[in-house]
């Protein structure tokens, strides 16, 4: 059964970046990572998880949430079968726990509905501090 696997999380000051990769791994046979559109979510303490950003199954669709918008670009390498969330001009309101997710492409685009992730990470966290 396939899995997704977060890292680069970490702590870094207000104002730093980090890079957040995302490795599909295990995927079902006869299945491949450019099969499935990808997104990013996160949830804040005490905060329901939102999602952040989205791609389409080749690269060329990207989707952001106004709350990210312009600090963080998302990015996949299907080669390599990983998705990156670049995040830049960190703020401490962006402390979550961070998870990526697949949902089966429709050849259309993305999507940020929860209700359509077919896999998801197990999440990694990430704090700045002020």
């Known amino acids: 059964q396939g899995r997704l696997v977060e890292s680069g999380g970490g702590s870094v000051q207000a104002g730093g970046s980090l890079r957040l990769t995302c490795d599909a791994v295990?995927?079902?046979?006869?299945?491949?990572?450019?099969?499935?559109?990808m997104a990013w979510f996160r949830q804040a303490p005490g905060k329901e998880r939102e999602g952040i950003s989205c791609?389409?199954?080749?690269?060329?669709?990207?989707s952001y949430a106004d709350s990210v918008k312009g600090r963080f670009t998302i990015s996949r390498d299907n080669a390599q079968n990983t998705l990156y969330l670049q995040m830049e001009s960190l703020n401490p309101e962006d402390t979550a726990m961070y998870y990526c997710?697949?949902?089966?492409?429709?050849?259309?685009?993305?999507?940020?509905?929860?209700?359509?992730?077919?896999?998801w990470g197990k999440g990694i966290l990430v704090t700045i501090s002020s």
């Open positions: 997710a697949a949902a089966a492409s429709n050849g259309l685009g993305c999507d940020l509905d929860e209700s359509r992730m077919d896999y």
């Open positions: 295990g995927l079902p046979a006869g299945l491949a990572f450019d099969d499935y559109a």
């Open positions: 791609i389409n199954w080749s690269g060329t669709v990207q």
